[in-house]
T-cell receptor, first 114, second 114 residues
Framework: QQQVKQSPQSLIVQKGGISIINCAYENTAFDYFPWYQQFPGKGPALLIA?????SEKKEGRFTISFNKSAKQFSLHIMDSQPGDSATYFCAASKGGGATNKLIFGTGTLLAVQP | KAGVTQTPRYLIKTRGQQVTLSCSPI?????VSWYQQTPGQGLQFLFEYFSETQRNKGNFPGRFSGRQFSNSRSEMNVSTLELGDSALYLC?????????????FGEGSRLTVL
């Protein structure tokens, strides 16, 4: 019940295309869903995050779509660029307690071809 | 503003030895979390410290321990190293506000156990 399942494992997209990464969770106590981006040799960096009281959040070319009833959320990268090539992790955490513990998905390796 | 600093960046140990990894959080951040990253298991939460107190702990054996100092700097220790402990160990800091999910990661300490 603590897992966050992420798909696909890898993704190849042409420059200018849309990249879509999906995640699903089971624990309804999760109430914070961030996405992290990681480049080789670097630590993950927060990209965008959403709480379940909204169904969509957009920041520039990055959009999170959230479906509370299905317990699924996804990341859309519009107009994908070669510089977006990285590993993307979805994550989830529980509210109500004083903790920053994140449960991460297994990651998606994105390659944007020029 | 300086980011999260982890030392050492790379180290090689043999089975049975112990290792201590250090993390200096972003100035003003009071929460420090540690994660283990491996190709097989992905990013797994080890523990979190806030104001020198362990606030949460992941599902790792007692060989993994940590502490936080009054200046918020943190160390983690792994005793009796096993081959499976080879991983990238990531430290992340945050302001300490509960459940923000906004963690700032360092570049990690890559441990190889021979």
């Amino acid at each position: 019940q603590q897992q966050v399942k992420q798909s696909p494992q890898s993704l190849i997209v042409q420059k200018g295309g849309i990249s879509i990464i999906n995640c699903a969770y089971e624990n309804t106590a999760f109430d914070y869903f961030p996405w992290y981006q990681q480049f080789p040799g670097k630590g993950p960096a927060l990209l965008i995050a959403i709480r379940p009281d909204v169904s969509e959040k957009k920041e520039g070319r990055f959009t999170i779509s959230f479906n509370k009833s299905a317990k699924q959320f996804s990341l859309h990268i519009m107009d994908s660029q070669p510089g977006d090539s990285a590993t993307y992790f979805c994550a989830a955490s529980k509210g109500g307690g004083a903790t920053n513990k994140l449960i991460f998905g297994t990651g998606t390796l994105l390659a944007v071809q020029p | 503003k300086a980011g999260v600093t982890q030392t050492p960046r790379y180290l090689i140990k043999t089975r049975g030895q112990q290792v201590t990894l250090s993390c200096s959080p972003i100035s003003g951040h009071r929460s420090v979390s540690w994660y283990q990253q491996t190709p097989g298991q992905g990013l797994q939460f080890l523990f979190e410290y806030f104001s020198e107190t362990q606030r949460n702990k992941g599902n790792f054996p007692g060989r993994f321990s940590g502490r936080q100092f009054s200046n918020s700097r943190s160390e983690m220790n792994v005793s009796t190293l096993e081959l499976g402990d080879s991983a990238l160990y990531l430290c992340a800091s945050s302001s300490g506000a509960a459940n923000t999910g906004e963690l700032f990661f360092g570049e990690g300490s890559r441990l190889t156990v021979l």
